[in-house]
């Protein structure tokens, strides 16, 4: 059986512990798979406050946790999921509606938006590395070291693009909301070449660059991408700040 080797920092067994579960997707926010390629000190940096007054895994989760909830409201849930936790949010839900106010904690002014959206796209390329390491054993090749250097190290600023969607219907898998998953490919609308990559999570489908591109690159990526998605979205945007994205899924009740 060969050395576990860390997706983030590359380094082996040897150098540095593999004892704790590295949730690929925040447990927090139903998340139950994990990557045994993830050392401890590399786990416990997405978990900890470093540059933050939150962890980058919290602000992924307070990105998609109002969008869980709505999934789960519409649906039907075999078992009772944990309450609603959030810094920024209180969600009261009656009769099968959901009220959502906003905490005065989260502010609507640039710096804080920005920042709190900067630490989103880092757990947004989080997810999407491990994810990808653990279920197809890809990741460590040197063209994914922008994304090592953005999510794990912040250097720099990684684009990240969101699809706003024209229907407020699509598909799930049966407890998707639930225990909430990311699978490659889903749907055809989803376009992905050597350098970029598309996912759709919890109703959310957003693109970014996977290594170096050039502009010329960009715009080839966006005219092939919005040829699939003629009829089902409305345009893309270049997130810049966390209202950027539909997290309440509004377009389900349009």
């Keep these: 059986m060969g050395k576990k080797k860390c997706i983030w920092c590359l380094s082996l067994e040897q150098e540095e ?28 940096y997405f978990g900890s406050r470093v540059e933050y007054k939150y962890s980058i895994e919290e602000a992924l989760k307070e990105g998609f946790n109002i969008s869980r909830r709505m999934m789960l409201l519409s649906g039907n849930p075999k078992k009772k999921v944990g309450g609603f936790k959030s810094r920024y949010f209180d969600i009261r839900e009656r009769n099968g509606n959901m009220t959502l106010k906003v905490l005065p904690s989260f502010r609507f002014n640039e710096p804080f938006q920005k920042e709190l959206c900067h630490a989103f796209k880092r757990g947004l390329y989080k997810l999407f590395l491990e994810e990808l390491n653990r279920q197809k054993g890809l990741g460590f090749d040197e063209k994914f070291n922008i994304i090592r250097e953005f999510s794990r190290y912040n250097k720099g600023d990684l684009p990240v693009i969101y699809f706003d969607r024209s229907v407020g219907i699509f598909m799930s898998i049966k407890r998707e909301a639930e225990t909430p998953i990311l699978l490659f490919d889903r749907m055809k609308y989803l376009y992905s070449n050597e350098k970029f990559v598309e996912i759709e999570f919890l109703g959310h489908v957003f693109g970014f660059p996977i290594t170096d591109v050039t502009e010329e690159d960009f715009k080839n990526y966006i005219t092939n991408s919005k040829e699939l998605k003629l009829g089902h979205f409305n345009g893309w945007k270049k997130i810049e700040k966390l209202i950027d994205i539909d997290i309440a899924l509004s377009i389900m009740k349009g």
């Design 17 to 44: 512990s593999f004892k704790t579960k590295a949730h690929t997707i925040p447990k927090s926010l139903g998340g139950q798979s994990y990557n045994k390629n993830v050392c401890d000190k590399c786990n416990s």
